[in-house]
T-cell receptor, first 107, second 114 residues
Framework: GIQVEQSPPDLILQEGANSTLRCNFS?????LQWFHQNPWGQLINLFY???GTKQNGRLSATTVATERYSLLYISSSQTTDSGVYFC?????????FGDGTTLTVKP | ETGVTQSPTHLIKTRGQQVTLRCSSQ?????VSWYQQALGQGPQFIFQ???????GRGNFPPRFSGLQFPNYSSELNVNALELDDSALYLC?????????????FGQGTRLTVV
């Protein structure tokens, strides 16, 4: 099956810093989403981005489908950005998540 | 608030028992997908139901089964529970197959098997 690798696995930032999270996938995909999982386990939609670039406030994402990667940018990080960030891809009616990036933003 | 609700939120079962988890999809959505998330890992795709039929399945044994009802709500049934089945179970609803369109998740059911 398709492999999804996220990097880095862990990231510690000072409040106000910027960061880039990466998601590599091993085969062509139909779709890609980025999620933020809060401490209670809820997966919050960030971006639905099979290709191209999107921005939502301090967050933006870029997917280059031909090169099989996606990037999530977080600017001016806040403590509330802490949590686990997942990318998930869909191919042949099956979805695959990466193992996530755990982000800790310190005040 | 995604509009996807799961019940119960927490559950404790004994090895060998059977369990049923429930998911109400967001209004207007016709697809429900189920995932198992073990501690410290990403969610693993169990299966997906589209218009009441299973149309995608991950690497889970047959003792994991499901149903989707005419109102597009869904159940996940697990028979002969094993200790390794302890996990957070998540459902997601969408319009169309799996993540062909944007998927929205419920808050999950945390299952503990003892």
């Amino acid at each position: 099956g398709i492999q999804v690798e996220q990097s880095p696995p862990d990231l510690i930032l000072q409040e106000g810093a910027n960061s880039t999270l990466r998601c590599n996938f091993s085969d062509s995909v139909n779709n890609l989403q980025w999620f933020h999982q809060n401490p209670w386990g809820q997966l919050i939609n960030l971006f639905y981005i099979p290709s191209g670039t999107k921005q939502n406030g301090r967050l933006s994402a870029t997917t280059v489908a031909t090169e099989r990667y996606s990037l999530l940018y977080i600017s001016s990080s806040q403590t509330t950005d802490s949590g686990v960030y997942f990318c998930a891809v869909e191919r042949a009616d099956k979805s695959t998540f990466g193992d996530g990036t755990t982000l800790t933003v310190k005040p | 608030e995604t509009g996807v609700t799961q019940s119960p939120t927490h559950l404790i079962k004994t090895r060998g028992q059977q369990v049923t988890l429930r998911c109400s999809s967001q209004s207007g959505h016709n697809t429900v997908s189920w995932y198992q998330q073990a501690l410290g890992q990403g969610p693993q795709f169990i299966f997906q139901y589209y218009r009441e039929e299973e149309n995608g399945r991950g690497n889970f044994p047959p003792r994991f089964s499901g149903l989707q009802f005419p109102n597009y709500s869904s159940e996940l049934n697990v028979n002969a529970l094993e200790l390794d089945d302890s996990a957070l179970y998540l459902c997601a609803s969408s319009w169309g197959t799996a993540m062909n369109t944007e998927a929205f998740f419920g808050q999950g059911t945390r299952l503990t098997v003892v």
